[in-house]
C-alpha cells in the first residue's frame, strides 16, 4: 500500500523485553467481514525470534525465584486489565477474526481472562510427593523446577481464549514465554502486551513475536535455548514442528484438529440435542477444533431429526459480526472460504444432499460486506462414510448428518477417522451413555451437552488429534521438570 494508505492502517508491532519493537518488514491482515487489508503484522524471522528469547533467558533468573503466590497477584491483575477492557478486546478479536463480537464478548475473552484467574489459584494448590524406605535409612521427594523458555504457537480460531491458555500455565510455573499467535489475527495478542507492565510483569517475561509458521514459527521451534514448545493448529504444522525439534529433544504438546461425532440416540431429547447439536455444529463459524462435523442419528429418529434440524439451522443469520442478531460471522481468510466451498462441492459431486446453506439458500449481506468471506450454516446428508467430507477437518460451517442402526456400529463408524480430539453422546440411557463414552477414541466425550469445560481437567486429543494433555494438573507437569531427590539419615 501506498504511505497515504498505510497511515490509516493499524500497525501491530513485536513486543520485546517489555517494550515494542518495530520490525523491518510487514505482512497485511485482512478484515475477513469485508475483505479489506486492516492491518499490518511483522514479518519477524530468526533476528526477532533470537532477542526474544535472549530477553526471555534474562528474564528468567528472576520470575523463576519468585514466589507462586507472587505470580499469582501479578496473573490475577493482568486478568483484571483484560476484563476491564472486556469490549474493546471484542471488538477487536471480531475485526480481526470474523467471528460475532456477541461470540468474542461471551466466550473469547471472558475466557482469556478465566485462563489468566485459573492458574492464578490453581499454581497454589500443587503438592510434591515423598516416600520413606526406613529399612535403607532413606527419604525420597520430589521438587518441581519451570523448564526455562516456552515457545508457544496459537492458531487464529480462537486468538487471545488460545494464546491465554498457554501463556497463563507456562508464566505461573516460572517459565519465561517467546509467543507467537497466528499472522492472521495478532491484534488482541498485541493489546494485551500493553497491558504487561501495569500488571507488573517484569521486562523479558512474556515476550510476542508476529509473522509467519514459515519464518517465526520455524525460528523458535529451531532455536536450540528453547526446550519446550506448545502448539495448537493443523496436524500438518505439528508433523513439521515434531521433526525440527527432534534433534534438541524438546518437549511438545501439541493440540490438532478433530473430526468430531454427534451421536444421537433414538431415545435422545432432541428438544435439548437439537438446538446444542446446531450450537456444537455451526458456533464460531465451525471454526472450533471441538465443533461436530459428523452427526450420527439413530434410524429410527433420522428423518424427524433431519428436518428439525435444517430447520433450526435456517434460523442462524449470517452477516456483520457486529450485527447483535447475526449468529454466523465471516470465515477467517479468502482462501479458507475457497477450501470450505470446494468440501461441499466434492460432496455433491459424490451424490450427497446439501439440505441448506451453500448453494441452496441465496446468502444476502449488507453493502459494506459484499466483499467479506461470508458462508451460510451447511448441512449434508446421504454422504458415505469414506467422503473426505467425513474423513477430513473441513473447519467451516459444514456438517454431515448420516443414519446408523445399532450401538455397536455406531462406535466403529465414529472411530473410523485418523483424528480422536471430541466426541458427543445424546441418550437418556445410563448405562449406554457410560459404555459408548468408554469405547470412543478421543480425549474428551460430552453427553447430553457440549463445551462445558473444567479446566482442572486434562484437555487434549489421542491418534491424528495430538500429543499430551493440558489442564490444572497437566498443564503443571508439562511446564515444570521434576526431580528426585534421596536423602539418607
Known amino acids: 500500500p501506498t504511505m497515504a494508505h498505510s497511515e490509516s492502517l493499524l500497525v501491530v508491532e513485536n513486543f520485546i523485553g517489555g517494550k515494542f519493537v518495530p520490525c523491518s518488514s510487514y505482512i497485511d491482515a485482512y478484515n475477513p467481514s469485508t475483505g479489506d487489508v486492516y492491518c499490518r503484522v511483522p514479518d519477524s524471522g530468526k533476528e526477532e525470534v533470537e532477542a526474544a528469547v535472549k530477553a526471555a533467558k534474562d528474564a528468567f533468573q528472576i520470575w523463576s525465584s519468585r514466589s507462586p503466590l507472587e505470580r499469582s497477584q501479578i496473573l490475577n491483575k493482568l486478568a483484571d486489565l483484560i476484563e476491564h477492557d472486556l469490549e474493546a478486546f471484542a471488538e477487536a478479536e471480531s475485526k480481526d477474526q470474523g467471528k460475532t463480537v456477541k461470540f468474542a464478548r461471551t466466550v473469547d475473552i471472558p475466557r482469556a481472562v478465566h485462563n489468566f484467574r485459573f492458574f492464578a489459584s490453581s499454581i497454589l494448590h500443587h503438592v510434591t510427593e515423598c516416600t520413606e524406605m526406613p529399612a535403607m535409612g532413606c527419604v525420597h521427594y520430589t521438587s518441581r523446577a519451570p523448564v526455562g523458555v516456552a515457545g508457544l504457537i496459537s492458531p487464529w480460531n480462537l486468538p487471545l481464549y488460545l494464546l491465554t491458555w498457554k501463556i497463563a500455565p507456562a508464566i505461573a510455573c516460572g517459565n519465561t514465554v517467546v509467543a507467537k499467535p497466528s499472522e492472521m489475527t495478532s491484534v488482541t495478542a498485541w493489546m494485551m502486551c500493553k497491558l504487561m507492565e501495569k500488571a507488573g510483569v517484569p521486562p523479558g517475561v512474556v515476550n510476542v513475536v508476529f509473522g509467519t509458521g514459515a519464518k517465526a514459527g520455524e525460528a523458535l521451534v529451531c532455536h536450540p535455548d528453547v526446550p519446550l514448545i506448545s502448539f495448537t493448529g493443523s496436524t500438518l504444522t505439528a508433523q513439521r514442528i515434531t521433526e525440527k525439534s527432534a534433534p534438541h529433544c524438546k518437549r511438545l504438546s501439541l493440540e490438532l484438529g478433530g473430526k468430531n461425532p454427534a451421536i444421537v440416540f433414538d431415545d435422545a431429547d432432541l428438544s435439548q440435542c437439537i438446538p446444542t447439536t446446531v450450537r456444537s455444529s455451526f458456533a464460531n463459524q465451525g471454526e472450533i477444533c471441538l465443533c461436530t462435523s459428523r452427526i450420527f442419528v439413530q434410524r429410527g429418529i433420522y428423518s424427524e431429526f433431519l428436518k428439525r434440524f435444517v430447520a433450526e439451522t435456517k434460523k442462524w443469520n449470517t452477516g456483520n459480526p457486529s450485527d447483535p442478531t447475526v449468529d ?162
Not at 451447511?378 to 473441513?394: F, H, L, P, R
Not at 455397536?408 to 459404555?435: P, Q
Not at 486429543?461 to 539419615?489: C, L, N, P, Q
Open 328 to 489: 454466523v460471522g465471516a470465515l477467517i481468510s479468502k482462501e479458507h472460504l475457497e477450501k470450505v466451498r470446494n468440501y461441499v462441492k466434492k460432496a455433491q459431486a459424490e451424490g450427497a444432499r446439501v439440505l441448506c446453506g451453500e448453494g441452496v439458500d441465496p446468502l444476502t449481506l449488507p453493502p459494506g460486506n459484499q466483499k467479506g468471506y461470508f458462508m451460510l450454516p451447511t448441512v449434508i446428508a446421504e454422504v458415505k462414510d469414506e467422503s473426505c467430507c467425513m474423513q477430513e477437518e473441513i473447519f467451516g460451517p459444514v456438517t454431515c448428518v448420516v443414519p446408523f442402526n445399532t450401538e455397536e456400529e455406531v462406535i466403529e463408524r465414529a472411530n473410523g477417522v485418523k483424528y480422536g480430539l471430541a466426541a458427543t453422546v445424546w441418550s437418556r440411557n445410563v448405562g449406554r451413555v457410560h459404555r459408548v463414552a468408554h469405547r470412543l477414541q478421543c480425549g474428551l466425550v460430552w453427553t447430553n451437552c457440549w463445551l462445558v469445560r473444567d479446566l482442572n481437567l486434562p484437555f487434549g486429543g489421542m491418534k491424528a488429534s495430538g500429543i499430551g494433555r493440558e489442564g490444572a494438573k497437566d498443564s503443571y507437569e508439562f511446564f515444570t521438570e521434576v526431580k528426585t531427590i534421596t536423602i539418607k539419615h
